[in-house]
């Protein structure tokens, strides 16, 4: 079992920063795939950046490409999402999300391949 705790989240103005962690214990797995998602009010999930944690590949949404980077640190067993630049638009609870699937040749961006999940840290960005 593999437990996610998200921090960081917060209020912040349009052009802002802000970073989120998510802290992972229990069963961690060195070649699995975490990611970032988030669930706006009366949308439906949407899928952020995904990072492969062998190789630290990235894949990230058009919407946030330039903006946001992820990363990890398997020492800490820690993934970031840095984000800048932020936009009204990026108003969401954000998640993180983990699997021990890997797959060198695609990026898992779909929320059903993804097997634990944090519980959730708001983002608010004022206009």
């Known amino acids: 079992q593999v437990q996610l705790v998200e921090s960081g989240g917060g209020l912040v103005q349009a052009g802002g920063s802000l970073r989120l962690s998510c802290a992972a214990s229990g069963r961690t797995f060195s070649r699995g795939t975490m990611a970032w998602f988030r669930q706006a009010p009366g949308k439906e999930r949407e899928f952020v950046a995904t990072?492969?944690?062998?190789?630290?590949?990235?894949y990230y949404a058009d919407s946030v490409k330039g903006r946001f980077t992820i990363s990890r640190d398997n020492g800490k067993n820690t993934l970031y999402l840095q984000m800048n630049n932020l936009k009204p638009e990026d108003t969401a609870v954000y998640y993180c999300?983990?699997?021990?699937?890997?797959?060198?040749?695609?990026?898992?961006?779909?929320?059903?391949?993804?097997?634990?999940w944090g519980q959730g840290t708001q983002v608010t960005v004022s206009a």
């Open positions: 990072i492969k944690n062998n190789d630290g590949d990235t």
């Open positions: 999300a983990a699997t021990p699937l890997y797959n060198r040749n695609l990026y898992y961006t779909g929320g059903s391949i993804y097997t634990y």
